[in-house]
């Protein structure tokens, strides 16, 4: 039976979380640019405004147990939707949407991108890749249930049901510019290739009085159906 649930950032309330294991995304060949004239960042290269697209689009594939995860970063395409300075700041507007899926059991979401630095590891060509610093916001998640051999997998790398947030770290570097390898962070306007990206899962704990009110209501259900089944039967005339 397919499960649905909306707007987890809402329906969760939790007054802390705990973290889980951390996930691995890869399977990807686009390009973030860091257009060093207008201090902005593009996650997929091959976007710029003039191709009239809705979206930049920033994702990839991968084996997940006995099927393929699709994942993906949506930005609006606009000149200036994330802009950077020199310091490791980001300013807004300062994100898009993300989604994964397994053809079946779906993850949506909104991300954000908070800063960004130097991850201190030197390329082939001497110069440090970046890492790209934000978060994901769960608004929606669908598990198609016992119909979907897959969707035990789908939970196990999402820690869902469950998890209303993810902090995430996209690393990028071998930047390149005007045909040649050079720093990222410069006026070349150069592209970041992918290293890596990872998600740390928040999962959401309720405080001892939402425990409280959760179990006094199923047991105010239990009490209800037990007195209806209680009830004799009547007696048909």
């Given at each position: ?68 995860l699709s994942w993906a970063f949506e930005t ?123 998600l740390q899962p928040s999962i959401v704990t309720?405080e001892p009085g939402t425990l409280a009110l ?24």
């Amino acid at each position: 039976m397919r499960t649905t649930v909306q707007s987890l950032g809402l329906a969760l309330i939790a007054a802390g979380a705990l973290s889980a294991g951390t996930i691995s995304l890869t399977g990807t060949d686009d390009l973030v640019a860091f257009n060093g004239a207008l201090d902005t960042i593009t996650l997929g290269e091959g976007c710029p405004t003039v191709d009239k697209v809705s979206n930049c689009t920033f994702g990839g594939s991968q084996a997940l147990g006995a099927g393929t995860l699709s994942w993906a970063f949506e930005t609006p395409n606009t000149p200036g939707n994330i802009t950077f300075d020199g310091a490791g700041d980001v300013y807004g507007p300062t994100g898009g949407t993300f989604s994964a899926t397994d053809g079946l059991d779906i993850l949506n979401g909104t991300y954000t991108l908070s800063s960004w630095s130097f991850d201190g590891v030197p390329d082939s060509h001497g110069y440090d890749g970046i890492d790209l610093s934000g978060s994901i916001t769960v608004t929606g998640l669908t598990l198609e249930g016992i119909e979907d051999p897959n969707e035990a997998a789908f939970e196990s790398l999402f820690s869902q049901p469950g998890t209303s947030a993810y902090s995430f770290v996209l690393d990028v570097g071998d930047c390149t510019g005007r045909a040649r390898y050079t720093a990222c962070i410069q006026p070349l306007d150069p592209s970041a290739a992918f290293n890596s990206l990872s998600l740390q899962p928040s999962i959401v704990t309720p405080e001892p009085g939402t425990l409280a009110l959760m179990a006094a209501g199923l047991l105010a259900m239990f009490d209800a159906r037990r007195r209806k089944n209680a009830l004799p039967a009547r007696r048909r005339p």
